[in-house]
């Protein structure tokens, strides 16, 4: 199998959730919050700008159609995207099936984060998209920027002390990189829940990833020599292109939208796709990318390697330094699949291993689950939503019962 190439299995399980997928081809040329409207609740944008000067935004549901008005006393939830992800990874499958809103329906004030570079967060107080030192980040500044001022901000809006946190791939790698970083941010969380969690990547096993880490010195040269700072930006066209070819082949399709997570994408309903087009891929820096890419390499959880003289100059040290998971004390459940290549199983039970208030390891049932399935498998709500749901339940209800919220 080609890094571009892979097989979609149509099996029963597939069939099953046809039924089940209750959004509409429109949605896929809607934004965000247009969504969280049409289907009844209230949508709120956010705009936070970080200490290094980027504009952020964040979606906010307010209001559920079933529930009413969020729950006052219940603590905000923060809900962070994976790589070239957007706050619409948490609402494409439906308001019956996405984890935002079946939150909302239980009365949680529920944010929505996304990160610099995406579709929603382009701006910055001085720097614009065109320039090369606008995309001059990695999942690192995400972490110890971005994250962190969409955390501080939610807090003073509601006045809280603490919020539960929900995060998807590299929304979990970013987490990761500002408790260990930023440790005091471990005082401001109730729970990580850690979907699909990416740290440590050397078992990974994802071709395509292979491929840019065994010759990733060639691939950066050349990035940089062509001026290429975005990977798979947002762009009005593609939609229009990939309905075009998604018309013609389901494979080709998915070959185009996940060309980062390849895989066997057997509880992935095809209906989908005219909406997945619309928000898949929102765009990241290439050197996101690229950043991921060489800890395939290097075996580390660690920071952005420069390069030796580089790294002199920037780090006082020949490598970069390892992100410090020993300083991350913030409960941490984990979700993780068998079929995932991307969060490889070895690789997440040696980040579990070392996660000094890891609180549960949870295997999904489903050994086809995969990567994307996380957040796009009507399954989910069944296999992976509902025990998430049900932990922060107990994890408010027991903040509220010892009154340390505010």
Known sequence: MTPFQFIII???TVTSTISKLLVDDEDGSLTTPQIITKYGYKAETHR??????Y??????????PSSGKFDPRKPPVLMMHGLLGSSADWIMIGPHNGLSYLLSDRGYDVWLGNARGNRYSREHTYLTADMTEYWDFTWHEIGVYDVPAMIDYVLKVRNFTKLHYVGYSQGTTAFLVMTSSM???NEKIIKLHAMAPAAYMSHLNNPVFRYLSSHLST??????ALGVNQFMPASPMFPQIASAICSKSVQQCFN???VLSVGEYKNLNPQIIPILVGHIPAGASAKQIFHYAQEITSGHFRQYDYGVDNNTEIYHRLDPPDYDLSKVLTPVA????????LAHPSNVGRLAQELPNLVSLNQ????????MDFILSTNAKDELYQGIIASIEADTRHAQRFNNLH
């Open 183 to 185: 440790p005091k941010y």
């Open 55 to 64: 504009i952020v935004e964040m979606h906010r549901l307010t209001v559920s």
């Open 256 to 258: 185009i939208m996940f």
């Open 10 to 12: 149509m099996s029963s």
């Open 334 to 341: 984990i979700y993780y699949s068998l079929s995932d290549q």
């Open 219 to 224: 691939i950066t040269n050349l990035v940089s």
């Open 48 to 53: 936070i700008e970080t200490y290094d000067g």
């Open 364 to 371: 999904l049932p489903n050994p086809a689950f995969s990567h």
